[in-house]
């Protein structure tokens, strides 16, 4: 049986992300995951936050990244377009990366930095004595930590902790629409059910798709809307590719009961339900996990679980918290039109909305720099409830 200081399931971001830190540390880390890199059935939005907590992993590789130059919202018939302006000489606050790209850039920088990749579906995980067994069709490893980087329904969360009920899981269904791209990004908010759809372009196609709360919809009903948007914005004949996926949504009192790791394990990103409720973003916070579990598990001390729950409570947790209780007036259909009509006359609030989207602006200090704007109606909204 092989014998590693740390195993790792999964190897997104997140999985990859930690196993360079902790292989250039000097750990023995195994990645176990039959399946990376790929394409994720996502927008694909890489905030310029999340690309400067891995330029010095991946920036010497290529990850088909898209700049994106600006973005449409809309609400029933109303639209209105928006440019991302950072100056000439600035780089882009929010990139579209190929999936696949992105994905095997981070993984190739781990397996250089010593990590070593085992290309298998985990299929099981056990306490054995004071380590642990991760059990594959055709193998065994031995560690003494366990991370689950394997996502929303994850083998290592379902062990481990508690699943993640429907009530905490968003659909997100559509299409990639190949040979077609743009430079801009939409975004089209639905009333029924409460959501949005999204097109994000990657380098030869577009990512379209719908996403809303998995108790409140199902991918009968949204399917349609996407169709609907490609053929009023899309040139026919398009080539079109379906995917589906769950997204961790959590709800305020989920994410402030929710115990990311135990006595050897931690659970990183989406396994451990860091999405934005709102913009459904994950990226970003499932490499600020990444880097929260390193430091806690290079700096050692009695208890560096502790010390992980302890770094991304405030760091993550705090942030989510906010946006999910935003997130039901958000999705009302008063709230949105109100949001469309001051985006339309208001170039303050427009900023506001590039730097929410491009991750400059927390939810933090949203209302504050809102009310700012004196759009005193969006701000009643807000603070109403």
Not at 163 to 188: E, M, Q, Y
Not at 206 to 212: E, I, K, M
């Amino acid at each position: 049986m092989e014998r590693f200081d740390i195993a790792i399931v999964g190897a997104g971001p997140a999985g990859c992300r930690a196993a360079w830190r902790m292989a250039r540390a000097g750990a023995r880390v195994a990645m176990i995951d039959g399946s990376h890199p790929r394409e994720k059935p996502c927008g694909g939005g890489v905030t310029r936050r999340a690309l400067d907590l891995v330029r010095d992993a991946i920036d010497c590789r290529p990850i088909e990244a898209v700049p994106i130059r600006g973005a449409t919202f809309e609400h029933g018939s109303r639209r209105v377009e928006m440019t991302f302006d950072d100056g000439p000489s600035a780089s882009p606050g929010l990139v579209v990366a190929t999936r696949a790209r992105f994905d095997a850039a981070l993984l190739a920088a781990a397996i250089e930095a010593g990590a070593t990749l085992v290309a298998e579906r985990v299929t099981d995980v056990a306490r054995d004595d004071e380590h642990w067994r991760i059990t594959t069709r055709s193998r065994a490893v031995r560690a003494g930590w366990v991370l689950g980087a394997d996502g929303p329904n994850g083998l290592v969360r379902r062990r481990l902790s508690r699943p993640f009920v429907r009530a905490d899981l968003s659909i997100a269904t559509g299409f990639f629409v190949h040979g077609v791209t743009s430079p801009d990004i939409a975004v089209a908010f639905e009333d029924d059910p409460p959501g949005y759809l999204w097109s994000f372009p990657r380098r030869d196609h577009l990512a379209v798709g719908v996403c809303a709360q998995a108790d409140a919809a199902s991918t009968a009903r949204l399917v349609p809307l996407a169709s609907q948007w490609i053929a009023r914005n899309v040139p026919a004949p398009a080539n079109l590719e379906r995917y589906s996926w769950p997204i961790p949504s959590l709800r305020e009192a989920t994410l402030k009961r929710e115990d990311p790791s135990g006595p050897g394990w931690m659970l990183l990103g989406d396994a451990a339900g860091m999405v934005d409720p709102i913009t459904r973003e994950g990226i970003f916070f499932a490499l600020l996990s990444a880097e929260a579990a390193a430091d806690s598990l290079i700096e050692g001390g009695v208890d560096p679980a502790a010390g992980y729950a302890s770094r991304i409570h405030p760091a993550i947790y705090d942030e989510l918290i906010r946006a999910a209780r935003l997130k039901a007036r958000f999705f009302n259909p008063h709230f949105t039109a109100l949001l469309i009509r001051a985006l339309e006359k208001s170039a303050a609030v427009r900023a506001v909305m590039v730097d929410l989207i491009a991750g400059r602006q927390p939810y933090r200090g949203l209302r504050r720099r809102l009310l700012a704007t004196m759009e005193v109606k969006l701000m009643f909204e807000m603070l109403r409830g």
